[in-house]
Structure formats: structure tokens, C-alpha cells
């Protein structure tokens, strides 16, 4: 059986690999935010959220770090690698990683998909509380200082960068 090129069927080859790349290059779900580039906005809330529900008790800690991850995002668990590897700069900055696993239904797949980093307090919010806080695409991270959210990234970032967007923006 031997298959044509014609131009109608290579267009749609061409268009099927972008849908990929641009699926590939977007993040995790659903989103319009290219993760090529993180995207920072520092933030003034005068209502911010409250914190979404926590699976392993409350966080310790003045300032947290708020990370809205999916099980399958390859960005999520590089960072999250590589924050475990960090715990020195975690102490410096006087950051508390707190993971919120957006894809799972109950706080036993939260604990499950989290099983990498059990020193961290995870937490599975519900959909309410992602639109809350704006959460479309993994991964978000919030900067949250004395319960008030006062950073937000969105997209891939290598730790890096984030240290150095944290310092920059933070008065500490």
C-alpha cells in the first residue's frame, strides 16, 4: 500500500507538528503562556485568596513558596528537583516550598504524586480555589509573604532565575 503526498495531506502533517510543538512548548494544560520565557508580575492584592487547602497540616514559615504543579508537568518536577538540591538557598531566602498538586482528586494522590518530596507540605486545592488564584497552566509559583501574595511566575523557570527574581523583588 503506497500513500500520496499530495499538498493536502503534507499541510495537514505540518499542522499536526505545530499543534505538537506548540503543545509542547505552552506548558502542562491548557494555556496561553509560552514556557520558553517565565513571566513574572509582581502582585498588590487588597483581597488576596485564602490558601488553598492543605493536605499536611499547615505550612511553617512567614514566607512560602506556593507551587501549583500537575503530576505529568516535566517543567514542575525539574524545578522541584532541583529546589530539593537547594535547601541552603531555601534557608537564606527563608522559603518554604509548598506544592499544590492541581490534577489529583483527593489528598491521597496528592501524597502519592508528592512521594519525591516529603519534607514539603502539599496541599490539593480545588477548582474554585485555582480560579482563584488564576491558576490555567502549570507551573505557577506565588510568592506568598505574611499570607499576602506578593509575586506570581508563570511557566517554566530554572531555580536560578527564580533566586535571582526573588532577591530583586523582595525587600529582604
Known amino acids: 500500500m503506497t500513500h500520496d503526498i ?3 495531506s503534507l499541510l495537514r502533517s505540518m499542522c499536526r507538528f505545530v499543534l505538537v510543538v506548540s503543545f509542547l512548548q505552552q506548558g502542562c494544560t ?10 513574572v508580575r509582581p502582585l498588590r492584592m487588597q483581597q488576596p485568596p485564602p490558601l488553598p487547602r492543605m493536605c499536611s497540616g499547615r505550612p511553617k514559615g512567614k514566607r512560602l513558596l506556593l507551587i501549583f504543579a500537575s503530576r505529568w508537568c516535566t517543567h514542575c518536577h525539574t524545578l522541584m528537583e532541583q529546589l530539593t538540591r ?6 537564606q531566602y527563608s522559603l518554604t516550598p509548598v506544592l499544590m498538586w492541581t490534577d489529583t482528586k483527593h489528598c491521597l494522590g496528592a501524597r502519592m504524586a508528592g512521594a519525591h518530596y516529603p519534607r514539603w507540605p502539599f496541599g490539593r486545592p480545588t477548582s474554585l480555589q485555582q480560579q482563584q488564584w488564576g491558576v490555567v497552566a502549570t507551573p505557577v509559583i506565588y510568592l ?5 501574595p506578593t509575586l506570581r511566575i508563570d511557566g517554566a523557570i530554572d531555580i536560578s532565575t527564580l533566586f535571582h527574581v526573588i532577591q530583586r523583588t523582595s525587600p529582604r
Open 86 to 91: 537547594a535547601p541552603k538557598k531555601l534557608r
Open 144 to 148: 506568598v509573604e505574611d499570607k499576602t
Open 6 to 8: 499530495t499538498p493536502r
Open 30 to 39: 491548557n494555556t496561553k503562556t509560552s514556557t520558553r520565557q517565565a513571566r
